[in-house]
């Protein structure tokens, strides 16, 4: 199926290039966990970022633009033009974080349209075929796995490290140099002038796991920096976070100088008035802190945890100060990139987005109103209702109900605001508007029964395919092992009739431990007799089909989870 549309999508894109030749480069930056109120643009007082408040100024903005509550759920969005229940995914983590591979992705379509195409940073759609970024459309991939540095996909030897970090370049390990984001935003400029080089436009992701946790390594003059500041003006009496908010805004101000390194690049290479660049951010603040004129933050759906930043310069196309107030989300991405690079999508996939290209060029257009959704929360299914967000241009309905929360707790009552004259959701209306509230709840529970239907079984999970040629050895994490009643299991598809050895590896060395591992109705157990981190079940052979794997550690009468598992093809 998604063969059949991506020859649809060359025709589409032969038709774009030929009509067009002045199709403008793209640069998309994104950072993680930066909230709405960080950029000393929006009036933080203690933050200093002058090269975004550049890019903000010498652009088109869009003041009311909203993000998922969390940070995949944001990138599957952003990729697809479609909410991420469309996509399979439903979480960050535990197997939930993967996106369907027939999803077609922005990268997909500019390849076809013939940009060159590259991610730069963090992916969090899958670690392993078909759902890595370079199975998605992307030519060249430097990245972190998973969520995030210091997390389970992370090599053990990487030690939680931003400095020096081990990354993947094109799904191999590599042992980079320097802070993680000024390695991203150097391997992005590399990729840049590549594709000059080739005579190709660009799409350009930078995607930074700053400044996301861990906050140990920080680039350390900017700490300082900020560690000296009377952060007290942001933080609103949460002073106990004031250290962890140094941390970040150093991260956040090592981010700027690299937009602003980025920028300079754009100007030298005189290729700046006919490029894009947008910058936003995946969700709010990962502490409570300033959110402007909001209330809320990272994992809420009050606007402090899913308003994000969106600032889109083009010199060639977009007046500098261009402003609007228009509702806008992470679904309106793609399809705003699209129409600005010709490109189109064929209706096997519709968007669940528009463009908000006409709005950005300060055109005068009929726009009518809409309704923006936003739901996520921890779990194998969405639940409905719990954890929602509906916005209009005037209204909002919100069920505060907690992202934590794998099942939905009784008793939180809904919220009715009426944004336009009460921005930061103090005065809920929902006893005294409950016409404009039913409204808001039928066009939730419409939208509910839509996306869960997307695809007969919307919410089980992609599989990760084993023994073809496009990943002849594949890394298991906990990042995606699905919780069972029984534990936890990998939901694999084999193919081609292949043997394997099993790597099994885990932080401590350990002796005396057995491990015990079953791959669908085979069970093997392996004793490390020697202290070791490592043990190896070699030549097994693994039927064809889907199969869920599953493995735990036993020593003195307790079970653990080995820190990866790599199946080697033989």
């Not at 194998?380 to 929360?405: D, M, S």
């Amino acid at each position: 199926m998604k063969f059949c549309t991506l020859v649809a999508l060359t025709f589409f894109a032969a038709n774009a290039i030929s009509l067009a030749d002045d199709r403008p480069n793209i640069v998309l930056v994104m950072t993680d966990d930066q909230g709405y109120g960080d950029l000393s643009y929006m009036g933080n007082s203690v933050l200093d970022t002058p090269h975004i408040d550049s890019l903000a100024h010498s652009g088109a903005s869009m003041d009311t633009f909203y993000v998922s509550p969390v940070c995949s759920p944001t990138r599957a969005s952003l990729m697809t033009g479609r909410y991420n229940y469309r996509t399979r995914l439903v979480d960050t983590f535990k197997g939930r974080s993967m996106m369907e591979p027939e999803e077609i992705t922005i990268a997909e379509v500019l390849r076809e349209a013939g940009y060159r195409t590259g991610i730069f940073g963090k992916w969090h759609l899958g670690d392993n075929y078909p759902m890595r970024a370079t199975d998605q459309g992307f030519h060249e991939s430097l990245i972190h796995l998973g969520g995030g540095l210091g997390q389970p996909s992370e090599p053990r030897e990487n030690g939680r490290r931003y400095t020096d970090a081990i990354l993947f370049h094109n799904n191999l390990q590599v042992q980079t140099y320097g802070y993680c984001t000024d390695v991203y935003f150097d391997a992005a400029m590399d990729f840049i002038d590549d594709a000059m080089a080739s005579k190709k436009p660009f799409f350009t992701y930078i995607a930074t796991n700053a400044p996301h946790s861990p906050y140990h390594d920080v680039p350390e003059a900017l700490y300082r920096k900020y560690k000296s500041k009377d952060l007290s003006p942001i933080l609103f009496g949460n002073d106990k976070d004031a250290d962890t908010v140094a941390r970040v805004f150093a991260m956040v101000e090592n981010v700027d100088q690299n937009v602003g390194k980025l920028l300079g690049h754009l100007d030298r290479r005189q290729i700046a008035e006919n490029t894009i660049v947008i910058f936003m951010v995946d969700n709010g603040p990962n502490t409570q802190r300033y959110v402007v004129n909001s209330r809320g933050k990272k994992n809420e759906v009050h606007d402090g945890g899913i308003r994000s930043p969106f600032f889109f310069r083009w010199p060639a196309q977009v007046k500098a100060g261009t402003g609007n107030d228009r509702i806008a989300a992470h679904i309106d991405v793609m399809p705003t990139l699209l129409e600005a690079a010709g490109a189109s999508l064929p209706q096997s996939h519709p968007f669940d987005g528009r463009s908000i290209l006409p709005l950005l060029k300060g055109e005068r257009v009929d726009w009518p109103d809409r309704s923006l959704i936003m739901q996520i929360h921890r779990g194998n299914e969405p639940i409905p209702l719990h954890h929602i967000a509906v916005r209009e241009q005037r209204w909002k309905l919100v069920h505060p109900t907690g992202f934590r929360n794998d099942q939905m707790p009784e008793n939180v009552p809904l919220e009715l605001y009426d944004m336009e004259a009460d921005p930061g959701e103090t005065n809920n209306l929902y006893e005294k508007r409950p016409e404009i509230a039913s409204r808001l709840k039928q066009t939730y529970d419409n939208w509910f029964e839509d996306v869960s239907n997307t695809r007969p079984d919307n919410y089980d999970p992609p599989r990760i395919v084993l023994g073809t040629e496009h990943e002849t050895s594949t890394t298991l994490s906990t990042q995606d092992r699905r919780e069972t009643e029984e534990g936890g299991e990998w939901l694999l598809e084999f193919r081609n009739g292949k043997s394997y050895n099993i790597e099994f590896l885990w932080k401590e060395p350990i002796a005396g431990a057995q491990i015990e591992l079953q791959v669908g109705s085979k069970r093997k157990t392996l004793t490390v007799n020697k202290n070791s981190d490592t043990a190896f079940l070699k030549n097994i052979s693994i039927p064809n089909g889907k199969l869920a794997l599953s493995a735990t550690v036993v020593k003195g009468g307790k079970e653990a989870v080995p820190y990866h598992i790599i199946l080697h093809q033989l």
